[in-house]
T-cell receptor, first 115, second 114 residues
Framework: AQKVTQAQTEISVVEKEDVTLDCVYE???????LFWYKQPPSGELVFLIR??????QNEISGRYSWNFQKSTSSFNFTITASQVVDSAVYFC????????????FGTGTRLTIIP | DADVTQTPRNRITKTGKRIMLECSQT?????MYWYRQDPGLGLRLIYY???????NKGEISDGYSVSRQAQAKFSLSLESAIPNQTALYFC?????????????FGPGTRLLVL
């Protein structure tokens, strides 16, 4: 069975600091997909990134970057120069097989950016 | 207008009552999902549907039922609500035809069962 572990329950950093959110996954499939979602205080879930198991290239999107390492089964998320608007709960998720169906979520990391 | 809508956004009900949560989407996606979110537990899949004639149980389907009335509508029912069904409920959609299939979520329904 697939599993996603986000060991960091809560993180607080001062604005403009860099912060990394950890995600470790378990799966028996060779084809799988990893996702990150953001849940701001308003409660909705916002899609951030999708990565398939065959693509280990790191990705950067503005202040956000993702480091995918199959050797350690990790898909970590770094926010550079954090801002107050980054305060949210962040979820890592895993899907086996075809793609987006049947997501297994981690328990989330609550990130608080202190002004 | 939002692509995925959920009604109601908030609901308070009493133990034993039957309630229905509704989800509608304008994205044209064929796949729809219901999740619940509990503090410290992340999101867990209740039911999912890959098309109008396809309904599948998820991880925690006991106490729930669903109806896929049309491609764009997927309803979740609690036949006899109990307090431990108090949670935040999310509907999501995805499109198999997309090269990078991704689930997109509605705004959520906060349910309190007294």
């Amino acid at each position: 069975a697939q599993k996603v572990t986000q060991a960091q329950t809560e993180i607080s950093v001062v604005e403009k600091e860099d912060v990394t959110l950890d995600c470790v996954y378990e799966t028996r499939d060779t084809t799988y997909y990893l996702f990150w979602y953001k849940q701001p205080p308003s409660g909705e879930l916002v899609f951030l990134i999708r990565r398939n198991s065959f693509d280990e290239q790191n990705e950067i999107s503005g202040r956000y970057s993702w480091n995918f390492q199959k050797s350690t089964s990790s898909f970590n998320f770094t926010i550079t120069a954090s801002q107050v608007v980054d305060s949210a709960v962040y979820f890592c998720a895993l899907s086996e097989g075809g793609g987006g169906e049947k997501l297994t979520f981690g328990t989330g990391t609550r990130l608080t950016i202190i002004p | 207008d939002a692509d995925v809508t959920q009604t109601p956004r908030n609901r308070i009900t009493k133990t034993g009552k039957r309630i229905m949560l509704e989800c509608s989407q304008t994205k044209g996606h064929d796949r729809m999902y219901w999740y619940r979110q509990d503090p410290g537990l992340g999101l867990r899949l209740i039911y999912y549907s890959f098309d109008v004639k396809d309904i599948n149980k998820g991880e925690i389907s006991d106490g729930y039922s669903v109806s896929r009335q049309a491609q764009a509508k997927f309803s979740l029912s609690l036949e006899s609500a109990i307090p431990n069904q108090t949670a935040l409920y999310f509907c999501a959609t995805s499109d198999l035809s997309q090269a990078k299939e991704t689930q997109y979520f509605g705004p959520g329904t906060r349910l309190l069962v007294l």
